[in-house]
């Protein structure tokens, strides 16, 4: 497996390119260069209303349900859920960083397809976009405010980012378990993650790295997320007042059992998981902004490809 990734690998290398110097570089740390970068952008007002709000909008679940279609009309410029890829740049910061393998790896390819592949659809269709974000919050979901994606490093080393995401995490993501029974799934994970993990601390498996900047927050979304989060928590404690054990599980004629109109719709649609941790499409901005209008450092915008 590793030798195949190296000779895979060479055969796909690739340069970083500067937009303000216009020129080619070797950085020696851009890892490090770029979540310097990052972390020192400029933060956004919140306020004090803000601040002690919570921003939890789906509780007890760490997987993305599927957004209603009003929240996605909301989203300016769609919506993003990394899963356990996202990492904040610091406890309090507003910024923060996401770590994508740079390959993926399927036991069992196509015909015609070679075992690993590149990775990068998922980095392209973020960078330079923006986009309202959702992430992990504990055990919940919480919504962050809107963010401007700045792509980073595309070949690194994920020691070189530090203790950001665990390896096994990128190797689950680099896994492609391309199959419908679980127990077929269970056996490819068992038997190519250990592989796959050691590839990524061993440094033959490189990542590619996304910065999300902070730029808003947007009410409107966050307003029918919550709305909607107050109606499931409501519409459960009835459930439960009349001995329903599991809203989700059995959600039956809620009307029926005397539950108001509108916990009876909250409750009448089951929630389906997002699996892929990936986000969503919306109806695009109107206008996103460049990276100098954001940041005030036209001069100096660039992107990594390394």
Known sequence: MRNELIAFVHGHSATFTSTASGGMHRWSDPAQTFHAFISGLPETATPDAQQLESRVVFRNVTKLPLLSKAAIKACIGGFAFFGDLLQWCAPLSQHALVV???????????????????SSTTWTSYAGQQRDLLYVDGGDISYAGT????????????????????????????????TKRPKDRSNLI??????????????????????????????????????????????????????????????????????????????GAEIKMQTDGRGGEGPGPSKIPKLGELVGLADTTAMWDM
């Open 147 to 178: 963010f401007f994606c700045h792509g980073g490093p595309r070949a690194v080393k994920l020691a070189e980012l530090g203790e950001i995401v665990g390896e096994e995490h990128l190797a689950r993501r680099t896994l492609v378990a391309d």
């Open 100 to 118: 994508f393998p740079k390959y993926e790896f399927s036991p069992k390819p196509a015909t015609g397809a070679t075992t690993w592949t590149n």
């Open 190 to 267: 068992k038997t190519f993650v250990p592989s796959l993990t050691n590839l990524y601390r061993e440094g033959s498996a490189t990542v590619q790295v996304l910065g999300l900047q902070r730029v808003g927050f947007n009410q409107s979304l966050f307003g029918i997320l919550s709305k909607a989060s107050k109606k499931r928590e409501r519409a459960a404690a009835l459930l439960e007042l009349l001995g329903e054990t599991s809203p989700v599980r059995d959600p039956g004629t809620p009307k029926k059992r005397g539950l108001p109109e509108e916990d009876a719709e909250a409750m």
